[in-house]
């Protein structure tokens, strides 16, 4: 089964995607390396040196491309989303995908797409790791806001609590939302590369922006009355890395969220709930799965009628692990927070820091039993100090319900630190 949200091609739209790309024989989509991608755009920029009816055309299309070794400057040119009669939509071939718990990001919500190249071996499971996806794949997430009532993405107001689209199936209507960044992994011959896009104000193309950006925007909060305002920060390629260099031994690049245990869920691609690892392997994006019941499951943190316990460590696995395990960036501090690390000092139970200066909190331990408010994790996740603060990178606001979460779990825990 295919998601529907497809942009519509036409045939002089294909002859022009034929001249500026290439396909086989077969029609299928071109691998674009660094010269003759360089060529296509010289000749693209000398043929149409203003925005045009073809460029648009060509956006409506969006046929998928993987550069080998070239860095597009327009999101557009990887062709995996495009901007269709005022939606944003996926071209032919592209995946979306949901996890059960994901990374807090300022209170986005988020698009993940995931695409193979035609021909391409399925990607190999791990029951811890990430999913070993073959030379060619491209995934991409792209970071947006509902607008509050009677804004336009240009306001720079964005709204805190809406609700995400029933199916993921359902295209993002454009005049209700803003579109802040699209991020690109891609695995090329050398490893994963990881590329920021900014969307433009008119909500029509996305820029490359290695250098990263800063926009100010106004969360509100409806249900609360309040306006926040704060900087959202995308990040340079530096610090992509810094969170998907999750091995501090070989600093590869590799994918966060695409685990199994986070991708282990019922998804509705617009034919009703099927087990998305099921429906990846019909698709050929993952090749063979063991039993049912011997792949791994992460808990939705948000959903109330899974235990406590299972909740909070699912949401500390997804924010914190990828730095936090035992080969990552944070491996010196002995804390080690995946949701297979059983209750004791390596998941901060009853732990003093090793070195972690300002960002203690003057608190003796990680966590302390039955005393959030004595925890040093409750402290990191509520500052906003960059010097203190948990997770480090990718986020300027407090998680309040993570605070929440984590604070009630911490509640919950039995034992004395002495």
Request: charged share 20%; aromatic share 6%; net charge negative.
């Amino acid at each position: 089964m295919r998601p529907i949200h497809r942009a519509r091609p036409v045939l002089a739209v294909a002859l022009a995607a034929w001249i500026l790309f290439g396909c086989s024989s077969s029609g299928e989509p071109a691998t674009v390396a660094g010269d003759a991608a360089d060529e296509a755009a010289t000749e693209t920029t000398t043929t149409q040196p203003e925005p045009s009816l073809l460029e648009e055309e060509l956006s409506a299309l969006a046929v998928p491309v993987f550069h080998a070794t070239d860095n597009p400057v327009a999101l557009s040119e990887w062709g995996q989303l495009a901007v269709s009669d005022g939606e944003l939509v996926l071209s032919d071939g592209i995946t979306p995908y949901a996890l059960n718990s994901a990374l807090f990001s300022d209170y986005t919500q988020k698009l993940r797409t995931v695409w193979l190249p035609e021909g391409s071996p399925p990607a190999t499971y791990d029951a811890e790791e990430s999913l070993d996806f073959p030379v060619g794949t491209v995934i991409t997430k792209t970071f947006y806001y509902p607008l509050p009532e009677g804004a336009s993405a240009t306001d720079l107001r964005v709204a805190k609590g809406a609700a995400a689209a029933e199916t993921l199936a359902e295209p993002i209507n454009l005049s209700s939302v803003r579109l802040v960044e699209t991020r690109i992994l891609a695995h090329r011959e050398t490893g994963w590369v990881a590329l920021p896009y900014v969307w433009n104000d008119e909500q029509t193309e996305a820029t490359l922006s290695r250098t990263g950006d800063l926009v100010r925007l106004t969360l509100v909060d409806a249900e609360e009355n309040t306006e926040t305002q704060f900087p959202y920060v995308v990040p340079n390629t530096n610090q992509c890395s810094g969170c998907h260099a999750t091995n501090h031994t070989t600093k590869e690049i590799l994918p966060i969220g695409p685990k199994v245990r986070h991708l282990n869920l019922d998804v509705d691609l617009g034919g009703g709930l099927m087990p998305q690892l099921a429906l990846w392997q019909d698709l050929g994006i993952v090749g063979e799965l063991p039993a049912d019941d011997e792949v791994p499951k992460s808990a939705a943190w948000e959903d109330p009628s899974i235990p406590l316990n299972d909740r909070a460590r699912a949401y500390l696995d997804i924010n914190c692990a990828h730095c936090h395990n035992k080969n990552g960036p944070a491996d010196t501090s002995g804390l080690f927070l995946e949701y297979s690390t059983q209750l004791g000092p390596r998941l901060g139970i009853c732990k003093p820091p090793i070195a972690a200066g300002t960002g203690t909190g003057n608190r003796r331990v990680g966590i302390d039993p039955g005393e959030p408010d004595e925890s040093i994790f409750i402290f990191r996740m509520e500052t906003a100090d960059p010097g203190a603060m948990m997770p480090e990178l990718g986020r300027a606001l407090a998680h309040q319900e993570g605070v929440d979460l984590v604070s009630e779990w911490i509640e919950s825990l039995d034992g004395d630190c002495g």
